[in-house]
T-cell receptor, first 111, second 115 residues
Framework: QKEVEQDPGPLSVPEGAIVSLNCTYS??????FMWYRQYSRKGPELLMY????GNKEDGRFTAQVDKSSKYISLFIRDSQPSDSATYLC???????????FGKGITLSVRP | SAVISQKPSRDICQRGTSLTIQCQVD?????MFWYRQQPGQSLTLIAT?????????ESGFVIDKFPISRPNLTFSTLTVSNMSPEDSSIYLC????????????FGQGTRLTVV
């Protein structure tokens, strides 16, 4: 089993849809969970950051962590064409530690 | 968050040659990281570069193939040596930051094609 598994995609949704992106992991030591957005020909950009279990909301984005199930999610409400990008989950055990990334899922939001 | 400048942004190279990628950060950082991103694959850590010491390489990556320099706290280079088409990939420089030093920030990447 890989340390981090991410739904493979690609995913195509109409504008205004609610999008749910998910990752599972196997390493119980992971404490920090991140979602990155990567536009074509750009580096990954940190989108959401969560420590331990719980929810975090930022505008149209909500990050959710369930450590008991080893499952994290990113929800995008009222999706926009500008949300079209590749989304990568990442997680790590602590400060100055190596991050482990999911493969990424490509999202396309159709106008 | 740190601002990371990476160059070149892209290059097409002949097999057997070497390419050096530069990474400049706008603030002093202890650790810098080099990743490879192959199509359809997750980001793979190549090595961690600390100023004043040898880089630490991950399993599957060796110094002869990917020599790294870290001359000061704001700059690092990664060289891809004796390139083959299998080295075609995106190479990314990263630093850690945030309140707990657990968030990774990336440069825009170097898209390398080896022909």
């Amino acid at each position: 089993q890989k340390e981090v598994e991410q739904d493979p995609g690609p995913l195509s949704v109409p504008e205004g849809a609610i999008v749910s992106l998910n990752c599972t992991y196997s390493n119980s030591a992971f404490q920090y969970f991140m979602w990155y957005r990567q536009y074509s020909r750009k580096g990954p950009e940190l989108l959401m950051y969560t420590y331990s279990s719980g929810n975090k909301e930022d505008g149209r984005f909500t990050a959710q962590v369930d450590k008991s199930s080893k499952y994290i999610s990113l929800f995008i409400r009222d999706s926009q064409p500008s949300d079209s990008a590749t989304y990568l989950c990442a997680m790590g055990p602590g400060a100055n530690s190596k991050l482990t990334f999911g493969k990424g899922i490509t999202l396309s939001v159709r106008p | 968050s740190a601002v990371i400048s990476q160059k070149p942004s892209r290059d097409i190279c002949q097999r057997g040659t070497s390419l050096t990628i530069q990474c400049q950060v706008d603030s002093q950082v202890t650790m810098m990281f080099w990743y490879r991103q192959q199509p359809g694959q997750s980001l793979t850590l190549i090595a961690t570069a600390n100023q004043g010491s040898e880089a630490t390489y991950e399993s599957g990556f060796v110094i002869d193939k990917f020599p790294i320099s870290r001359p000061n706290l704001t700059f690092s280079t990664l060289t891809v040596s004796n390139m083959s088409p299998e080295d075609s990939s995106i190479y990314l420089c990263s630093v850690e930051g945030g309140d707990m030093n657990t968030e990774a920030f990336f440069g825009q990447g170097t898209r390398l094609t080896v022909v």
